[in-house]
């Protein structure tokens, strides 16, 4: 890469940390959740006026379009797409910082507003740079990544990938695990495929003491549960990363009082598609049978989420050969398979994407939880090395 323009990113980066420090520490103290995310949009659209980039607000409800382009840029050049996501999660944050949420109940538990702060630094970078863009510069500010159908099936449902067409996006996300200074990447797939299993089984309460009279609800959920490992365990190939967990059993009933009801709540995840259809529906297939054959009914709504995210290898490649030349090789780790989920596999089953981890543990800070978690926080040197990845990757 370009020397100068490798030290125009690092100059510029390092003048913007004390203000997108400011942001992270304004979107930290005032979370939104999913699809609600109004006072949100509205700070990004501020701070890119400030900037005097033009965008569009109320994409995908409540998100934010911008462009960066320069002189030299043709109207319809089609764009390089970044992406930082907006929303925060129903958890009641637990950190004592100056910053800490104001809102009972809602966290930025997993660094969205980092991403936006970040995004809107990177915003700036850029924009100072624009007359030296290799390609018109797309910035997605998304909503609702946390929650069904995500936020990415809105924006694209909005055109975001089009008028200019983005012919590929880059984000990126914190990672705990990782210590401040480093980043992560992954080529291929990376991310699983995420749905949701709602279930409530209806039975008969009555007397512990007489359950023949009962048909017992917490019974055919707990058989429910063990069963169903058997589809992960003898249906699924080895080979496959596969995972079926439930978190959510709930029966009110009492010592000596069987409950008419019971509730469960699990998530099934995988990374091949075919095997995804199949599964889904022995689960399916199996649920209703359990609770037939005990004499219940069921109650079941199986919610697809998102699909799994593949990286596409040349753009990774080509993004992580830029990182170790700025940063080093040292500093830049090969990361395994996840089978948690995101909805920027959204964006991956359109155009080539890469998604990239950003470390921000420092446990000589006690900054060591993980995201999700009421005491989720990050080093704050992770924004200046955010805002020059997101830069050099336009640049890659």
Known sequence: MNFEIKEKIK????GLKAKVLLHREHLHANPELSYKEYETMEYV????????????????ETGVVAIIKGEHHKADQPCIGLRADLDALPIQEENDIKCKSKVDGVMHACGHDVH????????????????????????????????NPGGATLMIRDGVLENPSVFKMFALHVFPDMEVGKVGFKEGLYMASCDEIHATIHGVGGHGATPHKCIDPILIGAEIVTSLQQIVSRKCDPKTPCVLSFGHFEALGATNIIPSSAHLKGTFRTMDEPWRAEALELIRMSMEKITEASGGRLELNISKGYPFLENDSETTRAMKAVAIDFLGEDKVDDLPIRLTAEDFSYYSQEIPVCFFRLGVRNEDKEIVYGVHHPKFNIDNDSLEIGMQMMSLAVFS
């Open 11 to 14: 100059g510029l980066s390092a």
């Open 45 to 60: 659209s501020k701070a890119l006026i400030q900037l005097g980039i033009s965008h569009e607000k109320g994409v995908g």
């Open 116 to 147: 936006t702060s970040i995004l809107l630094g990177t915003a700036e970078v850029l924009h100072n740079l624009r007359n030296e863009l290799p390609h018109p510069v797309k910035l997605v500010f998304q909503p609702g990544e946390e929650q």
